[in-house]
């Protein structure tokens, strides 16, 4: 025996850098070099580029499209219109919500920057001569921007392709330019507690229209290989394999012959999930002219036309007790949807998970119902760093929860723990349907009050605010508070499709003879760091480093099918299939360790990356040696090699949640709002990567920030878009952005493999509420029950001016 | 449209191109010398992705004609340090998570490498400043702020060494 000491079962647990470890990221080292491979960085031989015509106007009628003087320019190659479409079926196409969308303007326009013709030639510039020289005549018509007017008799009917049609994909239309109507729980019910109620608070609550606007737009590179058939798609795609299935239904190319790769992706947010018509026509394009076709929107491109989200008008009952215990919760909202219904949400959601509405509270009975209108704005819909219209659910919830307190004259913090789901009664089942899987919202809750000391921040607010009357200072101080609960991990097959495809995912594991791996998975990062934390998943079920595991994701010609990287569903979902994988590893491992220490299967038990046997840990088998034993072996009754796949149903949804606090000190005079403090605790059950998790929060309160208290897509009543640019489209610098606080608790979900819950877009979910909350709370002293959003300065200081505050 | 000459120095390399006088300077980096770092992200000089460094100064190469760079000494993420030798704030990203989806990094980099130059002994809100005309939609700043404090005293702690060993 040498005197070589073996590492002791935490040592090597240590070694393997797995679940909870804060393993530095493996994306790192070629995005800082300047060595990442995004969509504008490829360059194919022959590649030519594509760009849009796009309409100037909201509605119209397209008269007439004049391609000449552009084809007559040297550099350009060809101009397609609907009519270049037409015979292909493809001048309209299917969105994922089951509407569907002009790919190019088929006799009018409906949005301005919607989609006219595609210009392609030799490179961008070229391109935007040609796109300058296409002639298009309009007759304008008369525009709807306003929602509630959208069903009005004489409104003006948007989409005369089906203004016949009486049933939707979601069932019954009452008006030309009304899309479905969407219920959920008990109206009548609801109706009568609230009738009956001691105490109801009623209000609209707007979330406005704003827009995901990763940094990096969407684009693709379509091939066409004639020689072999094969389409190969290069794009911005958070589902690649969804993209491959309905590019092959709509183009008729077999699915096998089509290639889809998501590259790297400068982050998402939602905004990538969708099939936009530059996708159709660079695949057209590259069909017609027999060469690769690059097409990269830009910046003004992408807000106006590419995926919007929210833009729902929320209107709410809640009734309780005199003593603050909730009795019933209404909601009626009309959702502005575009011009045409292109929400990313599984099919049976028209309206996503809205009703999730009743929040993190103990609501006995609840009714929700959903309007979708058409209007002559751009599509879209999409869960901007957020599950299915969540953060929609939350903020009602959580300014429903505030007006109440208002209304009950009691403090809200009081309010929420009176009535959150106990401990005890996990799993619940909600009013409006949902299973919650497990929480502990008092815990959160009161570590989260006692952290940020909140007894102090109400003493701190009123002598601010006395300072205020005393005319002593121009500032009040503001407390916002927020606890949500989260619906993540879409989901479930028997009630989550999305075009027919069942949101499971999948993963699977080869481990070579080495004893090192890769693993491939149905989903692709945006900078979530999957290849960084996956492989922690797997280290810690199978025993191998996870620097010795490589992660591939996004080819749809290696990975398995998955339905991608959105709705905070890749750790509930994928997550829950590498682990599966790594289990089924481990199942066959054991079988060779068995074999090869010459006992039962029975008789050997797992230690961190070793089968021993029971009762004499000294014999053993290291995953390192089962791996090359199992290439190298005939073992009886065993194939050989060391691979596994699996595809992952997951029998719930997770319910991540969190509890946030904002502090903020406005300047009544100039509306300006200084951030003193934020405090974000959540809880996402297991904790794969500590740093990672911290990251993420810190990114989605910023969006958070960004869109409470400035960020939206605005729209004169001509339809024009007002913030089109970074100029006016807000996004908070480093130097508006403060520092925050995070803190956790752990309540691991009861149906996932490792207990996981997501925590990408929980920030955004609790954030908007607590900032939005901290503006009300200022000015809840002068009588303001609800002000929309974005509280810019602007609008902030006419809250002061219509409340009296300025002299 | 007739093309012109232009002369530059990319990262330490004499570089000759024939471009159209309207290509912008990122298009001729990126497409031209394929130096694909800098990155696009809004092209009107507000998100900062495509940030290098221009005769000493941190420049939005979006908004640059490529014929107004004639002559210049550019300096992009690609020429500040190698895989065997990365440069301290390189390092420092890694290291503080101070990146994400990674689009915005090597022109948050470029203009660090330039603020650090400027102001070697920064405080954060310092740094806050000085990197604000640089968007990031993914990390909120802190861990930017917190790797950039971290390659200053780097920084800083190398050239103590450096002075030492010349001294």
Request: glycine fraction near 10%.
């Amino acid at each position: 025996m040498d005197d070589v000491k073996t590492p002791s079962s935490e040592e090597r647990k240590s070694a393997l850098s797995g679940l909870g470890t804060s393993r530095k990221r493996v994306e790192d080292a070629r995005f800082t070099q300047g060595k990442g491979n995004y969509v504008d960085d490829i360059k194919l031989k022959g590649m030519l580029f594509g760009d849009f015509v796009r309409s100037p106007l909201a509605h119209a009628r397209v008269k007439n499209i004049d391609t000449s003087a552009a084809l007559a320019l040297p550099g350009v190659h060809a101009v397609l219109t609907a009519d270049d479409l037409r015979p292909l079926g493809l001048h309209w196409m299917p969105t994922l919500a089951g509407d569907k969308q002009m790919v190019l303007a088929d006799g009018k326009v409906l949005f301005q920057g919607q989609e006219v013709a595609f210009v392609v030639g030799d490179d961008r510039y070229a391109v935007a001569d040609g796109v300058s020289m296409v002639k298009v005549e309009y007759d304008e018509l008369p525009v709807v921007t306003d929602p509630f007017k959208a069903e009005l008799k004489d409104a003006p009917i948007l989409r005369e392709d089906i203004a016949d049609q009486k049933e939707g994909a979601h069932g019954a239309r009452r008006h030309p330019n009304h899309i479905f109507t969407w219920e959920a729980g008990e109206k009548e019910e609801t109706n009568k507690v609230i009738d009956e109620a001691e105490v109801v608070a009623d209000e609209m609550v707007y979330y406005h229209r704003t827009h995901p606007c990763p940094l990096e737009t969407c684009g693709c590179v379509a091939s066409m290989d004639k020689v072999n058939g094969k389409l190969t798609v290069w794009g911005t795609f958070q589902a690649p394999h969804a993209v491959r299935t309905v590019a092959s239904l709509i183009s008729n190319i077999p699915e096998h012959n089509i290639r889809i790769i998501s590259p790297d992706i400068g982050g998402g947010f939602g905004n990538k999930v969708g099939v936009y018509p530059g996708y159709i026509c660079s695949i057209v394009a590259s069909i017609v002219t027999g060469v690769p076709i690059k097409w990269v929107e830009d910046r003004m491109d992408n807000l106006m036309a590419t995926a919007f989200a929210r833009d729902y008008w929320m209107r709410g009952k809640i009734s309780a007790t005199k003593d603050g215990k909730i009795t019933g919760l209404w909601c009626h909202t009309t959702a502005d949807h575009g011009a045409f219904d292109a929400c990313a949400d599984p099919t049976k959601f028209p309206a996503g998970f809205m009703n999730i509405c009743t929040g993190s509270y103990d609501i006995p009975v609840a009714y929700l119902a959903v309007d979708g209108v058409y209007t002559n704005k751009a599509p879209g819909g999409v869960a901007y760093r957020c599950s299915f219209r969540v953060t929609e659910a939350s903020y009602f919830i959580e300014r429903m929860i505030e007006v109440l307190a208002l209304k009950l004259g009691i403090d809200s913090a009081e309010l929420r723990s009176k009535n959150f789901i106990k401990k005890e009664q996990f799993p619940y089942t909600s009013a409006l349907g949902w299973e919650y899987d497990s929480g502990d919202y008092h815990r959160a809750w009161d570590k989260a009050l006692e952290a940020v000391n909140y007894r102090q921040l109400r003493e701190d607010q009123k002598k601010q605010l006395q300072l205020f009357k005393d005319g002593k200072s121009r500032k009040l101080m503001g407390i916002g508070l927020s606890h949500f609960t989260e619906i993540v991990g879409a989901g479930p097959v028997k009630n989550c499709d999305i075009l027919g495809l069942g949101m499971f995912d999948a993963c699977e594991i080869r481990i070579h003879p080495t004893g090192s791996a890769i693993a491939r998975l149905g989903t692709i990062s945006q900078g979530q760091g999957h290849a960084t934390t996956f492989a922690q998943i797997l280290a810690s079920e199978i025993g191998i480093p996870a620097s010795d595991i490589t992660l591939e994701e996004g080819d749809t010609d290696t990975a398995p099918y998955g339905l991608g990287t959105y709705g905070s569903r890749s750790t509930p979902v994928a997550g829950a299939a590498t682990a599966m994988a790594g289990r089924k590893i481990r199942a066959k491992a054991q079988m060779i360790a068995a074999y090869l220490l010459e006992v039962h299967d029975d008789d050997v038990e797992w230690d961190v990356d070793r089968f021993s046997v029971k009762g004499a840990p000294e014999k053993f088998k290291t995953m390192k040696e089962i791996a090359f034993a199992s290439y190298n072996q005939a073992i009886p009754g065993v194939e050989p090699g060391l691979e596994a796949v699996s595809y992952y149903d997951p029998p719930n949804m997770t319910y991540p949640n969190g509890a946030y606090v904002v502090v903020m000190e406005i300047d009544v005079d100039t509306g300006v709002s200084d951030i003193k403090k934020v405090y974000a605790l959540d809880d996402c059950g297991t904790r794969i990567n500590p740093m990672i998790i911290e990251g993420q929060v810190h990114g989605g309160l910023t969006e958070a920030l960004a869109i409470s208290m400035g960020q939206e897509i605005a729209y004169d009543e001509q339809g024009n878009v007002m913030t089109g640019t970074l100029m006016d489209f807000f996004i908070p610098t480093a130097w508006e952005t403060p520092t925050y606080e995070t803190d956790y608790t752990v309540t691991p979900s009861p149906h996932h493999p490792i207990g996981a819950k997501g925590v990408g877009e929980s920030p955004n979910v609790g954030g908007v509420s607590a900032f939005s909350n901290a503006v009300h709370d200022a000015f809840k002293p002068f009588g303001l029950t609800q002000a929309h959003m974005p509280h810019d300065h602007w609008r902030v200081w006419k809250i002061a001016k219509d409340l009296g505050l300025h002299n | 449209m007739e093309k012109i000459n232009v002369s530059m120095k990319v990262n330490g390399k004499e570089e000759n191109l024939t471009v159209e006088p309207r290509t912008l300077l990122v298009h001729a980096l990126r497409e031209h010398l394929e130096y694909t770092g800098a990155h696009i992200g809004c092209s009107s000089s507000h998100c900062g992705a495509c940030t290098i460094d221009m005769n000493g100064k941190s420049v939005k190469s979006c908004t640059v004609f490529t014929p107004q760079a004639e002559g210049a000494d550019i300096l992009t993420v690609e020429g500040i340090g190698s895989p065997d030798k990365l440069h301290a704030l390189q390092e420092m990203f890694k290291e503080h998570h101070g990146l994400q989806c990674g689009y915005c990094t090597p022109g948050m980099i470029m203009r660090s490498y330039r603020f650090l130059q400027e102001n070697p002994d920064p405080t954060e809100d310092e740094v806050r400043f000085g990197i604000s005309g640089n968007l990031c939609r993914c990390t909120g700043y802190q861990n930017i702020v917190k790797s950039i404090m971290a390659a200053a005293s780097k920084i800083r702690d190398e050239e103590k060494v450096n002075k030492k060993e010349i001294a």
